[in-house]
Structures are given as C-alpha cells and as structure tokens.
C-alpha cells in the first residue's frame, strides 16, 4: 500500500507564491506518474501537473508558465505555484499512479491541502 502525505497549502494573496509537498510512503516497488490535482467547489476535479516517468511534464492549460512540478529522489513531489490567482482556489490533491511490488500499478491518492487565493 502507498500513502501520499501532502503539505504547503494555505492562504495567500493573489499575485503571491505557494510551494506544495507531497510525500509518498509505505511498500513502494516503483512509482511510474506523480502529480497534482485540484478541485473547486462545483466544479470537477482536473490537472494541473503531472510527472511521469521521472522527467516527462504535463500541465493544465490555466496553470503553465506560473506553475513548476518536481520531483526529489525521495519519492516526494513538490508544485511550486508563483502569480497566482483567485481562481487557482480549490482542494489540491496529489496522486501517485504506483505499486507495492511486482504487478500492475494502483492509482492512489492524498487526503487534500486547501489553496486559498485573496484578491
């Protein structure tokens, strides 16, 4: 089993920066896609950034070129947010696309951090 621990979130006001923390742990064998989504209220949840396979990247439309994913060596990805908005408030959820051991990958993801942007 993986658990994504995340951190960083909070309030801040619009123009500001933010830097999300997301800690895998637990039985992990290998982990293929870690990323980033959020959700807002009554809208669904989507991307924001994704890294896949330890280098490649893909961002959300609204995001790129104010948002950067990252990646330690410590199974731990981070999302540092610079201009933000008001509208980049939402619940922020990480996810790991992993496995515990030899067998196919389980799609797994965190408890949430808010992001709250003032204008």
């Known amino acids: 089993q993986v658990q994504l621990v995340e951190s960083g979130g909070g309030l801040v006001q619009a123009g500001g920066s933010l830097r999300l923390s997301c800690a895998a742990s637990?039985?992990?064998?290998?982990?293929?896609?870690m990323g980033w989504y959020r959700q807002a209220p009554g809208k669904q949840r989507g991307l924001v950034a994704v890294?896949?396979?330890?280098?490649?990247t893909n961002y959300g439309d609204s995001v790129k070129g104010r948002f950067t994913i990252s990646r330690d060596n410590a199974n731990t990805v981070y999302l540092q947010m610079n201009s933000l908005k008001p509208e980049d408030t939402a619940v922020y959820y990480c996810?790991?696309?992993?496995?515990?051991?030899?067998?196919?990958?389980?799609?797994?993801w965190g408890q949430g951090t808010q992001v709250t942007v003032s204008s």
């Open positions: 637990g039985s992990i064998f290998s982990i293929n896609r």
């Open positions: 996810n790991a696309l992993a496995k515990g051991g030899p067998g196919t990958y389980s799609n797994y």
């Open positions: 890294l896949i396979s330890g280098s490649l």
